[in-house]
């Protein structure tokens, strides 16, 4: 981000940060009090506050130095629009023969032949009373006799004034009090009064300085003082060198920095991002350098992505200082997976719909959800999106319905776009940023039916088909589809590895147990008749190598011989298939690969050796996509489908 911080120099080279548009005012002696106003947009003002200078003292021959003031310099922490009430000290006069009064605000008068104390400047918060005092710069002390000059003002103790001898001092004010020696001690924020022979008065101050020591001495000079509330950055000098007359302040502008924007400098077409406002300046507003690519709120610094782009982004304040904070942002293209997740019939709002995003691994040639999200809805659909997890890459998406148990009527879980097995579903490959919207899951529907049938069996998981050590396939998910295809009941294994339907209709079933990454071959033509309304022995074996689920028993679709099996695997593949075969005898096959309109892409001849064997066939060439795979021999007829993915 980059800040801007215009700055010029101005008589008080401590306070650069005034900007070149700051707005300066400077107060003289007036012998009254006068009033500034805070500009709008201000908070924090540089003061530059000057003492006046004490009298000079009485020499016979030439002329003596008046006593110099005290100055201040600081940062004064101001509301906009609040009144300051302001006082600037006279000069306290020269020696004289006759009595005189001290500078106005606050400077002790003279004895006769000796000089007055000049007076404090000093600004007033909230009120005129000396306690309102805010800001005082004290004044010199007045000069005695036979050249006893006064103390200089300022600082937190004033400077003592002169005398015959080096005990014979007015000691000057403090934060507290006078200080020690003198002939009249000075009070809060008025010096001490000559009155003995030639003595000079005190400096006005926060505290005043002691008038000259019996008749001869140089008063003390004033204290200054700052608020340690409202004043920072505060600078004490006593005795001044440009004190010489009547007391100055001058008031800047004082542009603090702006500020660093915060918030996220990114979002997307439609899309909105908040930033928030530099906390040091207040009140500003908010504009963009490119409208066609983001808008911005002028208050509420909510930023809008309109096209793909960068624009900077503006916060300037209003003040005489013209601050302001840049930060650019960054529009990028709508990057969204979405859609809606569809119901036949309407949903309770409570009801919680999950839906995944799951991609493929060439690597390991498996499935994997790299995000989910919960949605929910009050009707017949639920709308979905994924964002910032929507890479550039290959997907499938999936939903499932929680608010009844698995095994009982109601909503299954589907793919897009209704599907109920993964390697059937819509794979869509996304290019971010872009927007996949539209991937609607219309979701299945499973009704329980009342009958005399029943179904059931064992799954079971190992290496291989066939292996010696087997174990129950635990929690895997099974469907059950009536002639027409359509989903009638789903259910989970056991602990046991067992499933179970029951209360079937007659007629013709088909079980397809389901799991990600894991081919299916179902169990089809179970035929529940008035005199066999019950098969027991669906089973199925999980092998974890290939990763598919075959029937355990004869009649299998893609087996024409318990003796002789094939697979193909992995599936999805990036162009490498691996064919294992079991054959009871050694014969010839041959693979043919057929696309979605049923053309022929691929064939070749495969040697099928007796017993167990694998050979290798490479599809690199075809195009990503779904493709039919069928391996024949006279012993056995393989079909399925395989998905190839660059």
């Known amino acids: 981000m980059k800040k801007i911080y215009l700055s010029i120099l101005l008589a008080c080279t401590n306070f650069a940060v005034l900007t070149a548009t700051a707005q300066t005012a400077t107060f003289t002696y007036t012998g009254a009090a006068q009033t500034y106003t805070v500009p709008a947009g201000v908070y924090t003002l540089t003061v530059d506050a000057r003492g006046a200078s004490g009298g000079a003292a009485y020499n016979c021959c030439t002329a003596e130095p008046k006593t110099l003031g005290g100055r201040v310099q600081c940062l004064l922490s101001v509301t906009p629009g609040e009144v300051l009430n302001i006082y600037v000290g006279g000069s306290g006069a020269d020696w004289s023969t006759a009595a005189t009064t001290g500078g106005w605000n606050g400077g002790g008068n003279n004895g006769t032949f000796g000089a007055c104390g000049g007076g404090a400047s000093d600004i007033r918060v909230g009120g005129t009373a000396l306690s309102n005092r805010v800001i005082v710069a004290g004044a010199g002390g007045g000069g005695g006799d036979f050249s006893y000059i006064g103390g200089a003002g300022g600082g937190l103790v004033g400077a003592a004034g002169q005398g015959a001898t080096t005990s014979d001092t007015a000691g000057g004010g403090t934060q507290t009090g006078p200080g020690a020696g003198g002939y009249a001690l000075g009070t809060l924020g008025i010096g001490g009064n000559g009155a003995s022979y030639s003595n000079g008065g005190g400096g006005g101050g926060y505290w005043g300085g002691n008038s000259g020591f019996t008749s001869e001495g140089g008063g003390g000079g004033g204290s200054s003082y700052t608020n340690p509330t409202l004043v920072t950055s505060v600078t004490h000098t006593q005795g001044y060198s440009g004190s010489t007359g009547n007391g100055l302040i001058i008031f800047g502008v004082a542009c603090n920095p702006v500020g660093s924007i915060t918030g996220t400098l990114t979002t997307s077409v439609g899309s909105t991002t908040t930033l928030a406002d530099p906390t040091s300046v207040p009140g500003g507003s908010w504009s963009s350098s490119n409208t066609a690519v983001a808008t911005v709120g002028a ?348």
């Open 299 to 646: 208050t509420t610094g909510i930023v809008t992505g309109v096209s793909a782009g960068t624009a900077t982004i503006t916060y300037t304040v209003s003040d005489p200082c013209g601050a302001l904070a840049t930060a650019t942002v960054t529009v990028n293209a709508v990057n969204r997976i979405s859609g809606h997740v569809l119901f036949s019939s309407a949903v309770d709002s409570s009801d919680t719909i999950k839906v995944w995003l799951i991609t493929y691994d060439p690597s390991t040639h498996l499935l994997s959800a790299v995000d989910s999200a919960n949605v929910f809805t009050g009707g017949t659909s639920a709308y979905y999106q994924f964002t910032t997890s929507a890479v550039t890459d290959s997907y499938r998406v999936k939903a499932a319905y929680y608010a009844v148990p698995f095994s009982s009527t109601g909503f299954v879980p589907t793919y897009y776009s209704s599907y109920y097995y993964w390697y059937d579903a819509t794979a869509f490959y996304h290019s971010a940023p872009s927007a996949d919207d539209g991937k609607d899951i219309t979701m299945a529907y499973g009704t329980v039916t009342s009958g005399p049938g029943f179904i059931g069996g064992d799954v079971t998981t190992g290496a291989n088909k066939g292996t010696s050590t087997s174990g129950p396939a635990v929690n895997l998910q099974v469907y059950l589809l009536n002639s027409s295809g359509h989903i009638m009941q789903q259910t989970f294994t056991d602990a046991t590895g067992h499933y179970s339907f029951a209360n079937l209709t007659l007629g013709t079933y088909t079980v397809f147990p389901e799991n990600i990454n894991y081919m299916t071959t179902a169990y089809t033509s179970i035929n529940l008749t008035a005199s066999k309304d019950s098969m027991t022995s669906a089973n199925f074996g999980m092998h974890t190598i290939s990763k598919t689920i075959t029937p355990s028993s004869t009649g299998v679709q893609n087996y024409s011989s318990v003796n002789s099996s094939v697979i193909a695997f992995p599936n999805p593949t990036t162009g490498k298939v691996n064919i294992q075969w079991n054959e009871a005898t050694t014969e010839k096959g041959s693979i043919t690969i057929t696309d979605v309109a049923g053309q022929e892409v691929y064939s070749s001849k495969i040697n099928l050796t007796q017993g167990t064997g694998t050979s290798q066939i490479d599809l690199s060439a075809l195009s990503s996509g779904l493709y039919m795979i069928s391996i024949k021999s006279g012993a056995l007829s393989y079909n399925n489908k395989i998905e190839l993915v660059h």
